[in-house]
């Protein structure tokens, strides 16, 4: 690629996220318009503010298929199973849609109601099919999910600095000056030194805020960052069997890697993954069920247990979802451990979930989703142990998405994690749901400013 511009940043450009538009004339005086993207980063690192606002990049690379493939589909395979690559390159434009989108254009998820015995739909591949967008770009845009939550945070009077992952590949010290480190939306991938960087803030007494879900894969950046490596299979990538094996491209949570996500996260994408997605969950509420309405969280909010939020319309629990493994006790959610989740991980909220869809019609229609046999995380038990086949078509395995915080507790200072594991959380803030507008602002308030001063023992 040929350079044919370059621009010169001015010193007073405020951290952010910057679109850029091309566009030509064609020899038939049409317009043709596709868009980028850059982050200006501070210039002095927390000095306007204590909020760090990150931009799930890996996410965008995995799903990016500009030129004809990324880590979801590409050559061979079958018209329901395409076969992805396990290696993609940087050094390509973005796919239309995974930036920028006309207004109305339909989520991933499917609002509306289904009718006995219809089948589910996926609005959003039929709309990128005729339309000419990414067809994965309801899975991924940057219009769809942290474009909406910059606009209603700037909006309340937030003051955000913006990275992106692969600022914190680079640099995993980068969020430590920060109280407070934000993700939101879909952010499904990162490499151990994106996720180190997570961990290095927590430890220096920061705080992350995850309103986002799917949290699963590990990748990695080769070539010099040029190359996107992705294998989904352990199997198949060279690390496997060697001493750098826990690098592999594969679930965190796999034993081989030997750093489960609840470790860091308090949940986990890969103990269920959908909700009101093709035929996952299709006449779900769309949101989270009240547990726990005395949580800090919820201070002002006047939640009762049992309370749903976000439901439809909005449908905030949704598209992919996080939890963890699970019991009740005196009706209350307590996680049990074998995903790697801490003890003490208090669960706010719930809704169900599962990791595939069910399938009604025996096999006779392609409604959906290309991993509805797998992915490559089998969920038979003989890779995850806390995945186990259940009762019913093709084995879906039940469970919940969450809403959960933890403090750290690793060594005195440690932060807290707090997260709200729906990619759609986002929608709730856009429509202006009270609700999620309310706990939204008090994860923010509270992790963004000075420590709070330790209090008597928790009501769990």
């Excluded at 992952?165 to 969020?175: G, K, Q, R, S, T």
């Excluded at 990162?190 to 961990?199: F, N, V």
């Excluded at 299709?282 to 009762?304: K, Q, V």
Aim: proline content about 7%.
């Amino acid at each position: 690629w040929p350079v044919a511009l370059q621009v010169q940043v001015p010193s007073g450009w405020r951290s952010g996220f910057y679109v850029v538009i091309v566009r030509v004339r064609d020899e038939d005086g049409g317009i043709f318009e596709r868009e980028h993207f850059f982050v200006v980063k501070p210039a002095t690192p927390a000095g306007a503010t204590s909020i760090a606002f990150v931009v799930s990049t890996a996410t965008m690379n995995a799903y990016n298929d500009w030129g004809g493939g990324n880590s979801y589909h590409g050559e061979g395979g079958t018209p329901r199973f395409k076969k992805a690559f396990p290696r993609t390159s940087l050094l390509r434009p973005w796919s239309r849609g995974l930036i920028r989108l006309p207004g109305g254009a339909p989520r991933a998820v499917s609002t509306a109601e289904l009718a006995p015995f219809a089948v589910p739909s996926l609005p959003a591949h039929a709309y990128a099919h005729h339309y000419g967008f990414a067809r994965d770009y309801g899975d991924a845009s940057w219009a769809l999910y942290g474009k909406l939550f910059i606009e209603w945070a700037e909006a309340a009077g937030y003051t955000l600095d913006y990275y992106t992952l692969h600022d914190l590949h680079d640099d995993p010290h980068a969020l430590e000056p920060y109280r407070l480190s934000i993700v939101v939306g879909h952010d499904e991938y990162s490499s151990w030194p994106m996720r180190q960087a997570i961990e290095n803030q927590l430890a220096a007494g920061g705080n992350h805020a995850r309103f986002a879900g799917n949290n699963i894969w590990q990748v990695r950046y080769e070539d010099g960052g040029t190359t996107f490596v992705n294998h989904k299979d352990e199997t198949t990538d060279p690390l496997f069997g060697t001493d750098q094996q826990r690098f592999v491209s594969n679930a965190w949570d796999l034993p081989c890697v030997g750093w489960p996500l609840a470790h860091t996260f308090g949940l986990t994408g890969s103990n269920v993954i959908h909700a009101m997605y093709g035929g996952a969950a299709p006449r779900a509420s769309g949101g989270f069920t009240i547990y726990r309405p005395w949580h800090w969280s919820l201070e002002g909010s006047d939640l009762y247990f049992g309370d749903l939020i976000g439901g439809r319309p909005d449908c905030i629990a949704a598209y992919e979802i996080d939890g963890c493994d699970f019991t009740m006790r005196d009706g209350l959610p307590y996680p049990t451990g074998r995903d790697g989740a801490p003890a003490h991980l208090t669960i706010i909220a719930m809704a169900p979930a599962v990791q595939h869809e069910e399938d009604h019609f025996n096999g006779t229609t392609a409604t959906t989703m290309n991993s509805v046999a797998n992915p490559s995380i089998k969920g038979d038990g003989t890779e995850l142990p806390h995945l186990e086949e259940h009762e019913g078509a093709r084995h879906p395995k039940y469970g919940a998405g969450m809403i959960a915080s933890y403090d750290r507790g690793v060594a005195a200072g440690d932060g807290t994690m707090f997260v709200a594991g729906a990619t759609d959380w986002v929608v709730g803030l856009q429509r202006r749901n009270w609700f999620v507008e309310k706990i939204t602002r008090n994860v923010l308030d509270r992790l963004s400013g000075p420590r709070p001063a330790a209090s008597s023992a928790p009501r769990v």
